[in-house]
């Protein structure tokens, strides 16, 4: 089944815009327990798009941001709609160019309880309790974090995207899903797959507000009228798990994750 996913796989040049008012839905996002700022909605295309730039819709850059550090680089996120959150910067007393944009795969039904609370973490296997962090939102929309959510014979997935203040990140040397045994680049802007995978320790137990260093800017929204695995970019979540695993735990919402659960 894996390859004839990869035989099968299908491209997009652009991403498909999203509205509060569609995500509103039981099985999707709370949209009115969230403060919403439209203003700086985006939606990302692809080099492949003949529009770059003409509109919001169509945003695009080549390469690393200038503005974000080479530790902690800003790719632009092909594919992806940005809805975007409305944060008040000034309660953060250490906001400042040390904050950096990273991405956390998420269910949606966390989202509301995640900017309510704080994310909640529990130990993680490295020993201590913590918050996955990525700049990548390849490998932040594998569906063991952001479960793809089928609505109307149409697919949904959910990343959030975070400002965090990068002097608290603790890198990993050895990245969680490499110990499955991928071979290649899961995000060609990362080769060797070095750098994709940061850590913000906590309490156990606890809530990691804004004022500890990571705020959600916004909820990365990627609508398709196919299934993600599909798309080239996911050729390794196969590598993981077999499709129909995937499928059975993982679609849905059939498996939860845990950041906040009151």
Known sequence: MANSL????????CCVPVTCEEIDDRSLVHVKAINWNRRFNRGYCTKDCTKHNTSTIHTYWTG????????YPYYVPSTWYRLSVDVDTTSLLDWSSNWHTLYHGTDPHNIHKILKNGFRVRECQHGFPALYLSPSIHYSSHPRYAGVVLLNSVYFQFVLEVRVDTRKLMP???NEFLQTGVQGDIDPNFQNNENLEFLLKAREGNFIKP????????????????DPVLLPSSWWWCKWRSWMNIHKYYNNGAHQNFENTD
């Open 6 to 13: 990869a035989v099968n796989s299908v491209d997009l040049c």
């Open 172 to 174: 990993l040397k050895k």
């Open 64 to 71: 690393r941001l200038a503005s974000s550090p080479e530790q």
């Open 211 to 226: 004022c500890e260093g990571v705020v959600v800017t916004g909820i990365m929204v990627r609508k398709l009228n196919f």
